[in-house]
């Protein structure tokens, strides 16, 4: 059974940083995309970013492109999301999510999810 655990939520200032983190149980995970999103209240669940599986290509929302950082650690098996600059808008949970030997930014193409880890930004 593959699982997803996200860490390293929590509540921070306008213009602070997080990092997020998801440790993945999956048995090859360097074959797999590894995709950030969010999910604010009342809204659609929407991309943030992702690391492809195959040659190290990375996507971003037009919203978080030069203050949110995706990596990963095939070693570890963990994806990380360094979050700069952040802003109230930012505010959701957030969720990592596996999909195997695709690149895709679609969150109906990824079959793997974590439970998700809450983001607070205050003004």
């Known amino acids: 059974q593959v699982h997803l655990v996200e860490s390293g939520g929590g509540l921070v200032q306008a213009g602070g940083s997080l990092r997020l983190s998801c440790a993945a149980s999956?048995?090859?995970?360097?074959?797999?995309?590894m995709g950030w999103f969010r999910q604010a209240p009342g809204q659609e669940r929407e991309f943030v970013a992702a690391f492809a599986w195959s040659n190290g290509i990375t996507d971003y929302a037009d919203s978080v492109k030069g203050r949110f950082t995706i990596s990963r650690d095939n070693a570890k098996n963990t994806v990380y999301l360094q979050m700069n600059s952040l802003k109230p808008e930012d505010t959701a949970v957030y969720y990592c999510a596996a999909e195997f030997r695709r690149r895709v930014v679609v969150p109906t193409e990824y079959t793997y999810w974590g439970q998700g880890t809450q983001v607070t930004v205050s003004s």
């Open positions: 999956l048995r090859t995970f360097s074959s797999y995309t």
